[in-house]
């Protein structure tokens, strides 16, 4: 296969979501539907050519594009993760009067952006990754567009969005200037010989480092995420918890993990993410609980989520990272997904008021959204239970034991706030009337295979694990 | 001939005055512009610092970042229409809808 052949996979993404773009102008309304399937068609491709590729492990255009094991495996989880946004979305794009074109097609091109990012080892190629990604964001953000809280998250996201870019840019700029190269092999191995410009080159790595922050939402660069993840579309929201959060860790552990060993200055850089991930951590899980919307505290727990990531990252344990990402995709979109089957015609229910009583009226919804929820809290059987346990697990063996120890008592407050929900579910009788849209296939369909997901990789986790250890191996 | 140095020390400045106006200004396309003037100064960076052997590939990556300037150039004016057709104002202070 020739490096233009290697593109195929990613072609065949942007191709759909042209083709969903064009298709939007000349669809009646009650065919828009077709336009998912389009998507759908496009994501099935891609997978299959994607997976031609497992365990070749070769780069295109003079190692610019790297298409190794760690790549494909997020590539699939990624597609998996759109697949089950896209479906989750259909009914709800319609009951909330937005644009279903915009939503395929943006989705489309937001996942060739996470591509892009993962299967890279170059900065500026990771870079223009995540700024695809990061331009469909915004759009997507702001997709119900007579709703002012969606319009206010689309601003405040792009705002936020593109200061970060500029932290990342101007940082890539200075490791240019002293290491001569952006490859992080390259960057590696300038930082294993000492620098010549210590100080400069620490203070470029540091802006990049603090430019990917913002992107994940690491406390103290969250202020944006509560706010864009509350106003936008709830299926968007499921889509940013799961999709650019993956993708910038992934970017994280390619670039820090050999760089923990010996690379020039490690130590102090180290110090740094150890305190922003004990920061995440806590502070998340914190603000968490006095929350009265859902929305909003699934932000928070999503940036909490992020401080666990960041430990795997600390611990540079490819494995566990990978585990946690997965499990993570299949409980955040299944939570969301939960808060979607909550939805009426022109309306949303997510203040923890209008959940009293919904475990009795809506049995089925009830109980897999509370085993979404146990899943995030950590209660095994469940996958969130295998996901922090391997974390910190990895943690502890690289004598990480003090940062665990802050891990697990943000984790025991997050019970708190989880159960919280449970228990209005089925302790409190109905309060409000909620009135919601019962028939929606798709969503029942994500809702079912996530909840497989979830229970699968926390009893039978070694498929899976296998696939991982595959990839990890690829890793450095 | 001008140092490159100098070049550099002016991209830090005007970095710097980027990040300044972003949090000093409290209209969107002030802000929106101060982004701008950083990505600006990266570019000039870049090329500051590219050295001699590597100046070709730092001119390739500054037409890459110019063309991601205007990308999100596009989408941002877009939204900043959006909400000043709602808001009929585009000061940050009117966009205080969330909070908690």
Same mark, same amino acid.
């Not at chain 1, 203070?203 to 990917?212: E, K, N, P, R, W």
């Given at each position: 296969?020739?490096?233009?052949?290697?593109?195929?996979?990613?072609?065949?993404?942007?191709?759909?979501?042209?083709?969903?773009?064009?298709?939007?102008?000349?669809?009646?309304?009650?065919?828009?539907?077709?336009?998912?399937?389009?998507?759908?068609?496009?994501?099935?491709?891609?997978?299959?050519?994607?997976?031609?590729?497992?365990?070749?492990?070769?780069?295109?255009?003079?190692?610019?594009?790297?298409?190794?094991?760690?790549?494909?495996?997020?590539?699939?989880?990624?597609?998996?993760?759109?697949?089950?946004?896209?479906?989750?979305?259909?009914?709800?794009?319609?009951?909330?009067?937005?644009?279903?074109?915009?939503?395929?097609?943006?989705?489309?091109?937001?996942?060739?952006?996470?591509?892009?990012?993962?299967?890279?080892?170059?900065?500026?190629?990771?870079?223009?990754?995540?700024?695809?990604?990061?331009?469909?964001?915004?759009?997507?953000?702001?997709?119900?567009?007579?709703?002012?809280?969606?319009?206010?998250?689309?601003?405040?996201?792009?705002?936020?969005?593109?200061?970060?870019?500029?932290?990342?840019?101007?940082?890539?700029?200075?490791?240019?200037?002293?290491?001569?190269?952006?490859?992080?092999?390259?960057?590696?191995?300038?930082?294993?010989?000492?620098?010549?410009?210590?100080?400069?080159?620490?203070?470029?790595?540091?802006?990049?480092?603090?430019?990917?922050?913002?992107?994940?939402?690491?406390?103290?660069?969250?202020?944006?995420?509560?706010?864009?993840?509350?106003?936008?579309?709830?299926?968007?929201?499921?889509?940013?918890?799961?999709?650019?959060?993956?993708?910038?860790?992934?970017?994280?552990?390619?670039?820090?993990?050999?760089?923990?060993?010996?690379?020039?200055?490690?130590?102090?850089?180290?110090?740094?993410?150890?305190?922003?991930?004990?920061?995440?951590?806590?502070?998340?899980?914190?603000?968490?609980?006095?929350?009265?919307?859902?929305?909003?505290?699934?932000?928070?727990?999503?940036?909490?989520?992020?401080?666990?990531?960041?430990?795997?990252?600390?611990?540079?344990?490819?494995?566990?990272?990978?585990?946690?990402?997965?499990?993570?995709?299949?409980?955040?979109?299944?939570?969301?997904?939960?808060?979607?089957?909550?939805?009426?015609?022109?309306?949303?229910?997510?203040?923890?008021?209008?959940?009293?009583?919904?475990?009795?009226?809506?049995?089925?919804?009830?109980?897999?959204?509370?085993?979404?929820?146990?899943?995030?809290?950590?209660?095994?059987?469940?996958?969130?239970?295998?996901?922090?346990?391997?974390?910190?697990?990895?943690?502890?063996?690289?004598?990480?034991?003090?940062?665990?120890?802050?891990?697990?008592?943000?984790?025991?407050?997050?019970?708190?706030?989880?159960?919280?929900?449970?228990?209005?579910?089925?302790?409190?009788?109905?309060?409000?009337?909620?009135?919601?849209?019962?028939?929606?296939?798709?969503?029942?369909?994500?809702?079912?295979?996530?909840?497989?997901?979830?229970?699968?990789?926390?009893?039978?986790?070694?498929?899976?694990?296998?696939?991982?250890?595959?990839?990890?191996?690829?890793?450095? | 001939?001008?140092?490159?140095?100098?070049?550099?020390?002016?991209?830090?400045?005007?970095?710097?005055?980027?990040?300044?106006?972003?949090?000093?200004?409290?209209? /969107?396309?002030? #802000?929106?512009?101060?982004?701008? $003037?950083?990505?600006? @100064? !990266?570019?000039? =960076?870049?090329?500051? %610092? *590219?050295?001699?052997?590597?100046? /070709?590939?730092? #001119?390739?990556?500054?037409?890459? $970042?110019?063309?991601? @300037? !205007?990308?999100? =150039?596009?989408?941002? %004016? *877009?939204?900043?229409?959006?909400?000043?057709?709602?808001?009929?104002?585009?000061?940050?202070?009117?966009?205080?809808?969330?909070?908690?």
């Amino acid at each position: 296969m020739n490096s233009f052949g290697a593109t195929v996979p990613l072609l065949l993404i942007v191709g759909g979501a042209l083709l969903v773009f064009l298709l939007e102008a000349f669809l009646k309304k009650e065919n828009k539907n077709y336009l998912a399937y389009v998507s759908l068609f496009a994501l099935i491709g891609c997978g299959i050519l994607s997976a031609k590729a497992w365990n070749a492990g070769r780069s295109y255009f003079d190692g610019m594009l790297r298409l190794d094991n760690p790549a494909l495996f997020l590539t699939f989880l990624f597609l998996i993760a759109v697949a089950f946004v896209i479906l989750i979305g259909m009914k709800y794009i319609s009951m909330q009067d937005a644009n279903h074109g915009e939503f395929y097609g943006l989705l489309l091109l937001a996942l060739s952006g996470l591509m892009i990012m993962v299967s890279s080892t170059n900065l500026i190629v990771i870079f223009l990754g995540l700024e695809v990604l990061s331009v469909s964001s915004y759009a997507l953000a702001g997709l119900k567009r007579k709703d002012d809280k969606s319009s206010e998250s689309a601003i405040k996201y792009f705002l936020m969005g593109s200061f970060a870019s500029a932290f990342l840019v101007f940082g890539m700029a200075i490791l240019f200037g002293t290491a001569q190269t952006l490859d992080i092999s390259g960057l590696i191995a300038f930082f294993k010989t000492g620098p010549d410009n210590q100080v400069l080159s620490l203070v470029g790595f540091g802006l990049v480092l603090v430019g990917l922050a913002f992107k994940i939402a690491i406390v103290p660069f969250h202020m944006w995420a509560p706010d864009v993840y509350e106003g936008a579309p709830t299926p968007v929201t499921a889509f940013f918890s799961v999709g650019p959060k993956a993708a910038g860790f992934a970017v994280l552990i390619r670039l820090l993990a050999p760089y923990w060993n010996a690379g020039f200055g490690s130590a102090k850089l180290f110090a740094f993410l150890w305190a922003l991930a004990a920061l995440t951590t806590l502070v998340g899980s914190l603000i968490a609980l006095r929350q009265k919307n859902i929305k909003r505290m699934l932000a928070y727990s999503s940036i909490a989520n992020g401080g666990y990531m960041l430990i795997a990252v600390l611990a540079g344990d490819g494995t566990a990272l990978l585990f946690f990402l997965t499990t993570y995709v299949f409980m955040s979109i299944g939570a969301f997904g939960s808060l979607i089957a909550l939805t009426g015609n022109g309306r949303e229910y997510n203040e923890l008021e209008d959940f009293a009583g919904i475990g009795f009226k809506y049995p089925w919804i009830g109980a897999i959204f509370a085993v979404f929820l146990l899943s995030l809290a950590g209660f095994p059987p469940t996958g969130g239970f295998l996901a922090k346990f391997y974390v910190f697990v990895g943690a502890v063996r690289q004598g990480l034991t003090s940062l665990v120890l802050i891990a697990v008592l943000a984790s025991l407050i997050s019970v708190y706030y989880y159960l919280r929900i449970v228990v209005y579910m089925y302790m409190r009788e109905p309060e409000r009337e909620v009135s919601i849209e019962l028939e929606n296939p798709a969503l029942y369909l994500v809702l079912f295979l996530s909840l497989y997901g979830v229970l699968q990789l926390g009893i039978f986790p070694g498929n899976v694990l296998y696939l991982i250890k595959q990839a990890v191996s690829a890793l450095f | 001939m001008i140092p490159p140095g100098y070049f550099f020390i002016l991209s830090v400045v005007l970095f710097s005055l980027g990040i300044i106006a972003f949090f000093l200004k409290r209209d /969107l396309i002030t #802000q929106f512009m101060a982004i701008e $003037i950083m990505l600006n @100064a !990266a570019n000039l =960076a870049f090329l500051a %610092l *590219a050295g001699s052997s590597n100046f /070709l590939d730092a #001119q390739v990556i500054v037409f890459f $970042i110019i063309t991601v @300037a !205007a990308a999100e =150039a596009a989408i941002g %004016l *877009a939204i900043v229409l959006l909400i000043f057709r709602k808001k009929k104002t585009i000061k940050t202070e009117t966009l205080n809808s969330m909070k908690g």
